[in-house]
C-alpha cells in the first residue's frame, strides 16, 4: 500500500558544505546485538563507525532475558525448530530465510562461547530450557535470566579491541542520506556539542524496535522507532508493521514501570492463575503456558475482563527460593525490590509491547530497497518471525543476519573500484509560526492511545479513530522544524503510529500477533500475504 503522509524528506536543514563531517566506509547504527555483530564483521575488511543512541549497555538486548534459541541437544533436531517458527509464524514466514537462519544458529553460538560469553552450562554443555512454542528445550540462557547483557558485553568487548571500529555514543540519528539516485550516502545527526553528517558508501540500520509507542511495554526509552521513520522518508519498503508482539508478563505494580518476567519461568513450571486463585490457562490452549505468547497475551487479556481485574498472577511458589535466586537473579532481586517473596506471594503480571515484528524489508543479504542501505535486527522485516515471533529466535535473529549485513555491506565497498566520498547536500526547510510546543504531552498521548486503539485486540472503529488523531496531530507537529531529540523523536513515533495504524486497518483478518475482534478468524484467501509500505 502506499502511504500518502504530509511529511518532508528530512526533519532538519541540510547544508552539507557547513557542517561538520565525518567519513567511514561503514556506518553502523545501532548497538544491540545485530548492529554489534555487524560491526564486527565488517571490521574484518573495512573501517567501520558504530552509533549508538544512547550508550552501549542502553538497548533491548542488554535486557533480554530469556535467552537464545537453537539446536544444541542431540534429542533436537533442524527440522523441528524450523517447524515450531512456522506455526508460530502463521503462514506468512519466507521459508528459506527460516532455514538459513536457525542452521546458522550452532555455530554462531559457539563463536559467542569462543568468544568469551558464559554461557549456563550443564553436564559439559550449553544449558538449555523451554519456552513457549517450542517442542524441544532448545533455549540457551546465561547467568540464569541476564542472557542478553551477557552476550552484549563480549560483543562490545570484541568491538572495542577492534582498531578498525570507532564508537559514537549518545548520537542522535536524524535522518538517511541519499541522492538523486536514491542510494544511501550517510546520515545526519546531532552529537552532544553540534549537528554533523557522516558519509559512508554503506549503511546498516540496526536501531531496534518501537515499543515505547505504547503506554505498556518492557523496552527501554530508546526504543521509539526513529529507524522505520528515518528509513520510510529515505523510500525503504516497509512491511508487518501491523504484527506487534506483546509479552504476555511484566510485572504489574502500580506507578511503576513495567518489567520483563520471562518466559522461561513458565517454561520450567510457573502457573498462571486469576484473582480468584484459577489456573485458566488450560481454558484456552491446550499447551497451557507453553502456548504461543499472542495466544497467552489474549488469554491474560480476556480472564482480566472476566474478573474486572487489573492483571493476573504469576505463581512461582513451587521453586525452591535458592534454586529460583540463582537461575532468575534479576527477577529475584527484582521481586524483592517489591516486598514480594516468590516462596509465599504471586507475582502480579499483565501483558505489554514487547516486539516489533515487522519493519524494513530486506532480503537474503539483509539488503532494503534502497540502494546501500542494509538492515538487521528487530528493524528489519527479514521473513523469519511472519506474523508472531517465536520466543528466543530475535537474539538469533540479530546475529545471523548482523553477520551477514556485515559482511556483505563490507564486500560491496571492495567492488567500488573509487567512490566519492562527499556528495553536497542542501535542503532547507521553511520554518513553520507555530508557538511552543509540549512534544512530551504529545508523545504521551500518543502512546496511551496506541495501548488503547492499536493494542492486543482490534477492530475498525478504534483504528479509524486512531488514524483521525494521529492526522490531526501531524497538522500542527510535523511540520514544525525542532532542534531537540525530543523534538524529533516525537516526529518519528507520529510516523510509525500512524503507518502502524494503517496497516493494522488494512489487513482484516485475525492472524499471529494480529487479532481483530471484528474479523475473528483467519483469512488465507485474501490475507495469506504481506502488507507493504512505501511512500
Not at 33 to 44: D, S, T
Not at 447 to 465: C, D, F, H, Q, Y
Request: aromatic share 6%; glycine share 8%.
Amino acid at each position: 500500500m502506499s502511504a500518502s503522509q504530509d511529511c518532508r524528506r528530512y526533519l532538519v536543514d541540510i547544508d552539507s558544505n557547513s557542517t561538520p563531517q565525518l567519513f567511514t566506509d561503514c556506518l553502523v547504527i545501532g548497538g544491540g546485538i545485530a548492529g554489534l555483530r555487524a560491526a564486527i564483521e565488517a571490521a574484518q575488511k573495512c573501517s567501520v563507525i558504530l552509533l549508538c543512541k544512547d550508550s552501549l549497555e542502553n538497548s533491548n538486548t542488554w535486557k533480554a532475558q530469556g535467552g537464545i534459541a537453537s539446536v544444541l541437544t542431540g534429542e533436537d533436531n533442524f527440522e523441528s525448530h524450523i517447524e515450531d517458527t512456522l506455526n508460530a509464524g502463521c503462514g506468512i514466514n519466507d521459508l528459506n530465510i527460516v532455514d538459513m537462519v536457525i542452521r546458522q544458529g550452532p555455530e554462531l553460538i559457539k563463536q559467542l562461547l569462543d568468544w568469551g560469553t558464559e554461557f549456563d552450562i550443564e553436564n559439559n554443555h550449553i544449558a538449555t530450557t523451554f519456552e513457549g512454542g517450542h517442542r524441544y528445550s532448545r533455549v540457551a540462557h546465561a547467568h540464569g535470566d541476564e542472557t542478553g547483557k551477557i552476550i552484549a558485553q563480549t560483543l562490545i568487548e570484541k568491538v572495542k579491541q577492534n582498531n578498525n571500529i570507532k564508537i559514537i555514543e549518545n548520537f542522535y540519528t536524524i535522518d538517511l542520506l541519499t541522492n538523486s539516485d536514491n542510494k544511501c550516502v550517510g546520515v545526519v545527526g546531532q552529537n552532544s556539542r553540534s549537528r554533523q553528517i557522516i558519509w559512508a558508501p554503506n549503511t546498516i540500520l540496526a536501531t531496534g524496535g518501537a515499543g515505547r509507542l505504547y503506554r505498556e511495554t518492557t523496552n527501554p526509552e530508546v526504543a521509539t522507532g526513529d529507524g522505520i521513520a528515518m528509513a520510510w522518508r529515505a523510500g525503504a519498503v516497509l512491511t508487518d508493521l501491523e504484527f506487534m508482539q506483546f509479552h504476555p508478563t511484566t510485572l504489574y505494580v502500580a506507578g511503576a514501570s513495567r518489567a520483563l518476567i520471562t518466559e522461561a519461568l513458565r517454561g520450567e513450571g510457573a502457573v498462571l492463575v486469576d484473582c480468584k486463585g484459577k489456573a485458566f490457562m488450560p481454558d484456552y490452549h491446550p499447551d497451557a503456558e507453553l502456548a504461543p505468547r499472542d495466544i497467552v497475551s489474549r488469554a491474560i487479556l480476556s480472564q482480566m475482563l472476566k474478573t474486572k481485574s487489573t492483571h493476573v498472577f504469576l505463581d512461582v511458589r513451587k521453586f525452591e527460593k535458592e534454586h529460583f535466586a540463582k537461575r532468575f537473579p534479576t527477577i529475584s532481586e527484582l521481586c524483592r525490590s517489591f516486598d514480594i517473596d516468590t516462596t509465599k506471594d504471586l507475582i502480579p503480571v499483565r501483558p505489554s509491547a514487547h516486539y516489533m515484528v515487522g519493519g524494513v524489508e530486506t532480503d537474503t543479504n539483509a539488503a532494503t530497497s534502497v540502494t546501500s542501505l542494509y538492515a538487521c535486527g528487530e528493524i528489519a522485516a527479514t521473513g523469519l518471525h511472519g506474523a508472531n515471533r517465536l520466543g528466543s529466535n530475535s537474539l538469533l535473529e540479530g546475529l545471523v543476519f548482523g553477520k551477514i549485513a556485515g559482511n556483505n555491506a563490507a564486500e560491496d565497498i571492495k567492488k567500488i573500484t573509487s567512490y566519492t566520498k562527499r556528495t553536497n547536500i542542501e535542503y532547507h526547510i521553511t520554518p513553520s509560526d507555530r508557538t511552543r510546543l509540549d512534544t512530551e504531552d504529545v508523545t504521551n498521548s500518543l502512546r496511551a492511545l496506541m495501548w488503547r486503539n492499536v493494542g492486543i485486540t482490534r477492530s475498525k472503529k478504534p483504528l479509524t479513530e486512531a488514524q483521525e488523531i494521529i492526522t490531526f496531530w501531524h497538522r500542527y507537529v510535523m511540520d514544525k522544524v525542532f532542534d531537540s531529540r525530543t523534538g524529533w523523536q516525537c516526529q518519528n513515533m507520529l510516523t510509525d503510529a500512524l503507518l502502524m495504524a494503517q496497516a493494522a486497518e488494512k489487513r482484516r483478518e485475525s492472524r499471529g500477533v494480529h487479532f481483530r475482534s471484528d474479523y475473528p478468524l483467519k483469512n488465507d484467501q485474501k490475507f495469506k500475504k504481506h502488507i507493504l509500505i512505501s511512500r
